[in-house]
């Protein structure tokens, strides 16, 4: 067990709606980042979070938008969902506010479904 | 920009050895990670190196050469449950971890 924690596991929803994905860090953790991984794909780095603030920016579509709260929690809302955006939807943590020496812990995803 | 390249997949036989290799191309490299995630699962971090040379620890190693852009996993005395996706991934300085696409190691009896 990482520590973090994703909820839902599973979500299933229609083309054109809206949904928010929830991630707890692990404890002490500052950084969240939130990662899309699809077959063809692999892990594609969305964007992360340090102590509330946004310090990095991958390939995250205009339709998505991200936030990290004063509890350190974070949300990734998809909105106007497609369905190539079918996809495991990772949240990882690490203490530092970079990836550079500091191990990324993973959550056990999200599995969002759109048909 | 980064390109990482991995090979798709991998085959060996319980007990064997199995390197895998990783090339990337990056600017402002700032350390390799090695991660193993079993398909459906979050991926785990198994190695991190940043400076050249062998990082060893228990059955899995990892090398790196910085001047070649290169890295390798070795994996000994294979087990069934190494079977698994491995994924090398570089961060790079002002962005976050950027992952390869995996190489599939599957290991038979």
């Known amino acids: 067990d990482s520590g973090v924690t994703q909820t839902p596991k599973h979500l299933i929803t229609a083309t054109g709606q809206r949904v928010t994905l929830r991630c707890s860090p692990r404890?002490?953790?500052?950084?969240v980042y939130w990662y899309q991984q699809s077959l063809d794909q692999g892990l594609q780095f969305l964007i992360q979070?340090?102590?509330?603030?946004?310090?990095a920016k991958g390939n995250i579509l205009e339709r998505f938008s991200a936030q990290q709260f004063p509890d350190l929690h974070s949300e990734l809302n998809l909105s106007s969902l497609e369905l190539g955006d079918s996809a495991l939807y990772f949240c990882a943590s690490s203490s530092t506010g970079t990836s550079a020496n500091s191990p990324l812990h993973f959550g056990n995803g999200t599995r969002l479904t759109v048909t | 920009g980064q390109n990482i390249d991995q090979p798709t997949e991998m085959t060996a036989t319980e007990g064997a050895i199995v390197q895998i290799n990783c090339t990337y191309q990056?600017?402002?490299?700032?350390?390799l990670f090695w991660y193993q995630q079993h398909a459906g699962e979050a991926p785990t971090f198994l190695s991190y190196n940043v400076l050249d040379g062998l990082e060893e620890k228990g059955r899995f190693s990892s090398f790196l050469s910085r001047s070649k852009g290169y890295s390798y996993l070795l994996l000994k005395e294979l087990q069934m449950k190494d079977s698994a996706s491995y994924l090398c991934?570089?961060?790079?300085?002002?962005?976050?971890?950027?992952f390869g696409k995996g190489t599939t190691l599957s290991v038979s009896s």
């Open positions: 991934a570089v961060n790079q300085a002002g962005t976050a971890l950027i």
């Open positions: 990056t600017s402002g490299f700032n350390g």
């Open positions: 404890s002490g953790d500052l950084s």
């Open positions: 979070y340090y102590n509330g603030e946004e310090r």
